[in-house]
DNA sequence: AATAAATGTTAATCTAGATTAACATGATTT
DNA sequence: AAATCATGTTAATCTAGATTAACATTTATT
């Protein structure tokens, strides 16, 4: 793997966990290091999902299409961010989610069939993956409270507040999709704040 | 601590990672048990979380309570659950949420203050705790998408399938706030759901 | 530059679910 | 047994947001 691409994931993980140089070169030995554009999946719905991705570039959306064929976007994914299927991932069943490349994006890929040989190797990683799902669930679910506490406007308000990079790179009918809204909704929302201000 | 008591816990873990009888001896005196009374709160909006608690009877339901001031329910806890506001616990900042007992609920608690400790004691507990957040997570992602794909009728139906038991043992209005809808509507639902039959 | 494809807007109409309010039932307390 | 409190039901009215459809603008492709 091209070494500056490593070090943004070092970078990332020795916030959480101190790594040893000895570490960090077990853990580039077992990870892989890709590109895709725009377009490209990295999981489909119905798949088992191989891989944990740490993005390094680009932008993800994971998205769910129901029965009705509707889809709704359930995160976007950005530089220093994670993307998978985890619940697929986890107990290697067909995924529920699709995760695809609004942007061309670099990856850095944990596949399962090494996940469990770089716990052994490197047990500190244990608590590193607690602690960055613990804060996943924990914004999972203050948005789930937002989700019913919250009026349309109000969740469109907070998610511009909360993400100001991600709004300006892409669409908003997926912006609207995100936030369980149509587009038609969130354009009407987009005028009245133009008024209110 | 009771015996039996810790043992419930004990087998529980060990379903996910399996504890030397030495760990097991110290994850029990590192650990309290406690019982409380219908009505109390283990959690209130605005303290910092102390502990994340295991039950091992009884029943709680863990609430955000908005600007508003409505009641919005995030989860019921039964029998061989966890809770707690883990955002706070983490953090150790002012909690979103309360978390009250609606029966009479004995727990077992794990305190900020041994946490770190306990991991060092006993590293396969970051496993452990990894693994049960990951799925909290999964299940959370999941109630996201439900929250918008499906209609609050189907939503109730989803509910009523997946935890048969938690609707015997609770109040309408509050599985009405679970869901995201009001008392008045879910009762309405149930009527229809008879005619349908 | 012209065309097509993707994205965004506006407005009319419709509906799932909220709100309000009155009443019913059941459980607890005195 | 009466009274109080918690829970549940029904029905009328209201509204946030969906649906439909027509059009506008921006971006990509030839």
């Known amino acids: ?6 070090q943004i994931l070092l970078d990332y993980i020795n916030k959480y966990v101190s790594l040893s140089e000895a570490e960090e070169a077990i853990l580039l030995s077992m990870v ?3 590109k895709y ?17 740490f993005v ?8 769910h299409i129901d029965d009705e064929g509707q889809e709704h ?8 961010w994670w993307t998978s299927d985890m619940g697929s991932f986890i107990t290697q069943t067909p995924a529920d989610y699709n995760v695809q490349c609004l942007e061309k994006t ?9 996940i469990e040989d ?17 804060k996943a669930f924990v914004a999972s679910q203050k948005r789930i409270v937002r989700s ?3 009026s349309a406007k109000e969740r469109y308000v907070y998610f511009r507040n909360q993400y100001p990079k991600i709004e300006q790179r892409i669409p908003q009918y997926m912006i609207a999709s995100y936030l369980g809204i149509t587009k038609e909704f969130l354009s009407k929302i987009k005028s009245q704040l133009i008024l209110e201000q």
Chains 1, 2 share one sequence.
């Open 56 to 63: 390094l570039s680009g932008c993800t959306k994971t998205f």
């Open 32 to 34: 892989t290091y890709r």
């Open 148 to 150: 019913f506490s919250l």
């Open 106 to 114: 670099e990856m850095i890929m944990f596949s399962h069939d090494i």
């Open 118 to 134: 770089l716990y052994a190797a490197i047990p500190k990683l244990e608590r590193f993956f607690r602690q960055i799902i613990q």
């Open 73 to 80: 976007i359930v995160m976007f994914s950005i530089e220093d």
């Open 1 to 6: 793997m091209i070494k500056e691409k490593g």
């Open 37 to 53: 554009l725009k377009g490209q999946f990295i999981v489909q719905q119905g798949d088992v999902c191989k891989y944990e991705c």
